[in-house]
T-cell receptor, first 113, second 112 residues
Framework: DAGVTQSPTHLIKTRGQQVTLRCSPKSGHDTVSWYQQALGQGPQFIFQYYEEEERQRGNFPDRFSGHQFPNYSSELNVNALLLGDSALYLC????????????FGPGTRLLVL | GQQLNQSPQSMFIQEGEDVSMNCTSSSIFNTWLWYKQEPGEGPVLLIALYKAGELTSNGRLTAQFGITRKDSFLNISASIPSDVGIYFCAGQRLYNTDKLIFGTGTRLQVFP
């Protein structure tokens, strides 16, 4: 049973560029959440997707957008990259109903130069 | 962004010692979770707590959901070198798909 997978593992971009990160949820999970983890801090919630719609959103600007596909996989897009966007981006999946909580992927390390 | 208060910030202990860490919030949570994160990896779920006062064990790990619903505790007994990592608490206010609010983390170092 595959867990949550993310791609790519590492990425280097320059300021002003755009980036797309990808996530495949754990088998049987239909809800995907994205988190940003800056160095030395705990993860911060960006947004959550369920049934291909954004269900919740954290305190992140509109430069951060996402998408969920019919197979429940998800993308995180960040436009007009800033140096401060350098972080580990984590995807977590959970079932839409039931008692299971969120399980995380290994993350994508983004470096903005 | 909002983060829960977690203490201690770091711990340096000898193999075989017991470890205690805690997490506090000004808000009530309906779910408390404890995750462990190792370098270059995502957080791994250790224990999930769903009811005030609940005490749950996972091997040498024991966690408790505080009675006030504003705090949680994690204990590790007889620590071993592979316990090294950063331990995060996380709370959920509503249902299990609600966003997670994380603590600031406790970095654990175990010396042989």
């Amino acid at each position: 049973d595959a867990g949550v997978t993310q791609s790519p593992t590492h990425l280097i971009k320059t300021r002003g560029q755009q980036v797309t990160l990808r996530c495949s949820p754990k088998s049987g999970h239909d809800t995907v959440s994205w988190y940003q983890q800056a160095l030395g801090q705990g993860p911060q919630f960006i947004f959550q997707y369920y049934e291909e719609e954004e269900r919740q959103r954290g305190n992140f600007p509109d430069r951060f957008s996402g998408h969920q596909f019919p197979n429940y996989s998800s993308e995180l897009n960040v436009n007009a990259l800033l140096l401060g966007d350098s972080a580990l981006y984590l995807c977590a999946s959970s079932p839409g109903q039931g008692s299971q909580t969120q399980y995380f992927g290994p993350g994508t390390r983004l470096l903005v130069l | 962004g909002q983060q829960l208060n977690q203490s201690p910030q770091s711990m340096f202990i000898q193999e075989g010692e017991d470890v205690s860490m805690n997490c506090t919030s000004s808000s009530i949570f309906n779910t408390w979770l404890w995750y462990k994160q190792e370098p270059g990896e995502g957080p791994v779920l250790l224990i999930a707590l769903y009811k005030a006062g609940e005490l749950t064990s996972n091997g040498r790990l024991t966690a408790q959901f505080g009675i006030t619903r504003k705090d949680s505790f994690l204990n590790i007994s007889a620590s071993i070198p592979s316990d090294v990592g950063i331990y995060f608490c996380a709370g959920q206010r509503l249902y299990n798909t609600d966003k997670l609010i994380f603590g600031t983390g406790t970095r654990l170092q175990v010396f042989p």
